[in-house]
Nanobody
Framework: QVQLVESGGGLVQGGGSLRLACSVS????????IGWFRQAPGKEREGVSC????????YYADSVKGRFTISRDTAKNTVYLQMNSLKPEDKAVYYC??????????????????WGQGTQVTVSS
């Protein structure tokens, strides 16, 4: 079992950048795929990006490709989401989640077992 805590959200102007962090603690945090998801008001939760613990492969939703970068610092048990060229439509609560099934990571939220509390990202136009 692991616990996840997100940080780094805030208010930024369109075109700006933010870096979110997901601190993972508990039993063998290095054995979990980590995914980032977001949910905007009135919309369903959507997968943004994930990183596989098996081989370090990363995946991105089409809406963020080329703008967002996911990375992992295993020494700090932290996964980052660098978000550049932010748009007003990126405004949402961002969650990180952990999937303990060792396989290439996926952006299906129902595959993830543990979730953080979320951090708000607001992008002004």
């Amino acid at each position: 079992q692991v616990q996840l805590v997100e940080s780094g959200g805030g208010l930024v102007q369109g075109g700006g950048s933010l870096r979110l962090a997901c601190s993972v603690s508990g039993r063998r945090p290095d054995r979990y795929d980590i995914g980032w998801f977001r949910q905007a008001p009135g919309k369903e939760r959507e997968g943004v990006s994930c990183i596989s613990t098996v081989d370090g492969r990363t995946y991105y939703a089409d809406s963020v490709k080329g703008r967002f970068t996911i990375s992992r610092d295993t020494a700090k048990n932290t996964v980052y989401l660098q978000m550049n060229s932010l748009k007003p439509e990126d405004k949402a609560v961002y969650y990180c989640a952990a999937d303990g099934y060792l396989r290439p990571c996926v952006l299906r939220d129902y595959e993830y077992d543990y979730w953080g509390q979320g951090t708000q990202v607001t992008v002004s136009s």
